[in-house]
Each structure stands twice: as structure tokens, then as C-alpha cells.
Nanobody
Framework: QVHLVESGGGLVQAGGSLRLSCAAP????????MGWLRQAPGKERVFVAG????????YYADSVKGRFAISKDNAKNTVYLQMNSLKPEDTAVYYC???????????WGQGTEVTVSS
């Protein structure tokens, strides 16, 4: 079992920035991918960004390309999501997740709420 601890959500005005963090102290070699998904009220959970631990390759949803950046700190087993130029449509609960490969998610964090006001 991999425990994920998220932090960094909050309320921000449109155009502002937030940085989310996800610590995975129990991460193992079988969890080579980490990502962020989000779920807006009344909508399905959707992929936002992902990163591969072994090679640092990153992946983004089209809706956040150029505005969001995912990064990792190997020593801290922590992944970050830097969110810039936030829009009201970015409002959602953001979930950190990990698994063997991008798109195959086995473990989830509790979620952190991001609200972008117009």
C-alpha cells in the first residue's frame, strides 16, 4: 500500500498561481508513474498531468499545456504541480495518484480542493 499526502490547494483569483505537492514516502519501484487528475463538480475525474520517475518524461492534458508544470524531487519522493494562469474552469478537487505506468493508477491521495474565482 502506497500512502499519498497532498497539500497546496486553496482559493485563488483567475490569473493567479498555486503549487500542489504530493508526497509518497512509501513509493516502490512498482509505482514508476505519478500523476494528477481532477474532478470538477458534477463531472468525471480527468487526467491533468503525469510524470515518469525513471526518466522524468512528462505528460499533460491539452487544457493545461503551457500553464501547468509537473516535476519531481527524487530525494523527497515528492511530486509537484505548478499551476499558473489559473482559470475558473480549473476549479476542481485535484487528486494525486501513482501506478506502474501513466494511465494505470493504483493508489490515490485524499484530494485537495482548488477554487479559482473570476
Amino acid at each position: 500500500q502506497v500512502h499519498l499526502v497532498e497539500s497546496g490547494g486553496g482559493l485563488v483569483q483567475a490569473g493567479g498561481s498555486l503549487r500542489l505537492s504530493c508526497a509518497a514516502p512509501g513509493r516502490t519501484s512498482s509505482t514508476n508513474a505519478m500523476g494528477w487528475l481532477r474532478q470538477a463538480p458534477g463531472k468525471e475525474r480527468v487526467f491533468v498531468a503525469g510524470i515518469v520517475w525513471s526518466n522524468g518524461r512528462t505528460y499533460y492534458a491539452d487544457s493545461v499545456k503551457g500553464r501547468f508544470a509537473i516535476s519531481k524531487d527524487n530525494a523527497k519522493n515528492t511530486v509537484y504541480l505548478q499551476m499558473n494562469s489559473l482559470k475558473p474552469e480549473d476549479t476542481a478537487v485535484y487528486y494525486c495518484t501513482t501506478g506502474a505506468v501513466i494511465g494505470s493508477w493504483d493508489y490515490w491521495g485524499q484530494g485537495t480542493e482548488v477554487t479559482v474565482s473570476s
